[in-house]
């Protein structure tokens, strides 16, 4: 630790952590004179994409003609129908459209976590949940103040209390109306605004309290990434702001008194969803 006050964060990451995540740990080391004591590698399954061939093909860095092609064919095996919408993404980076926040940096690139303690982990697999190993949760609470969720997918059991500020995450979207699969269901639903909510983590999905949030402006040809490039622009301060919230002791967070209802990542997969998102896609495109 080299901060004076000593609060201490941790991170549960991908072996890989998109741009806008990168440089939103950055801002909040910069912005709040806190540091990233233990970070919490997801160790990939057997089963899982290779995440550097997967980094390689998401930011181009393989041979000319190829990137585009391995990203389909990996998206492909996890994705199904929803390929064709990030195809028509890739389509589009070719006539020179550009999403550098969704770009991914290696956790060892991440110049905020060059000081950490860096675990690599496979966590306990039911269904769509993961629990980390006894021994990582007690490490995080003897280690971390807070923690910030940015890979794992849904985390239940003892990490969520393990630190004393609890595990925050992200939701890309109002919990108010969407829970789950947000941003492209307000994308369908042509919502003018789309909401930013971070939250304390629990076992209800997207249930957590909130403390912090944003709302931010949708235009008429915004296509599915831009709406998502406008959502990672506030979110690269809004990690900061949250945890100066919960470091406050006289701030409040928010409980919401209802929820939205909740849609299954899996219908992005059905060949409906997918059709629909590329059209309105196209759409904005050529209005």
Known sequence: MTRSDGFRVGVLAAPYLREWQ?????????????????VVVDEPAESDADPDALAAAVNGRLESGRNALDLL???????????????????????GAE??????RAVTDVDCLASAEIRHVSPRIDGNWRELPSETVREIAER???????????????????????????????????????????????RETVGVTL?????????????????????????????????????????????????????????PEAV????????????????RTVLRNVRRRLS
């Open 22 to 38: 990168a440089r939103s740990l950055e801002r909040a080391t910069a912005d709040t004179d806190v540091a990233v004591s233990l």
């Open 199 to 255: 939250q304390r983590l629990t076992e209800e999905i997207d249930g957590g309290e909130i403390v912090a949030e944003a709302t931010v402006a949708v235009d008429d040809g915004d296509t599915l990434w831009d709406v998502y490039d406008r959502i990672h622009e506030r979110q690269l301060d809004l990690l900061a702001e949250g945890i100066r919230n919960v470091r406050d002791p006289a701030f409040e967070p928010t409980v």
């Open 260 to 275: 939205g209802p909740y849609y299954s990542m899996d219908r992005r997969r059905r060949p409906g969803f997918a059709v």
């Open 144 to 190: 971390c103040d807070i923690v910030v969720r940015y890979g794992f997918g849904l985390l239940r059991g003892g990490v969520l209390e393990a630190p004393d500020h609890g595990v925050l995450s992200f939701h890309p979207a109002d919990v108010r109306r969407y829970r789950g699969l947000g941003t492209p269901m307000a994308f369908l639903d042509g």
């Open 73 to 95: 064919r990996l998206t492909l095996e996890r994705e199904r129908a929803w390929t064709l919408v990030v195809g028509e993404r890739e389509l589009a980076r070719r006539f």
């Open 99 to 104: 999403h550098p926040l969704s770009e991914r």
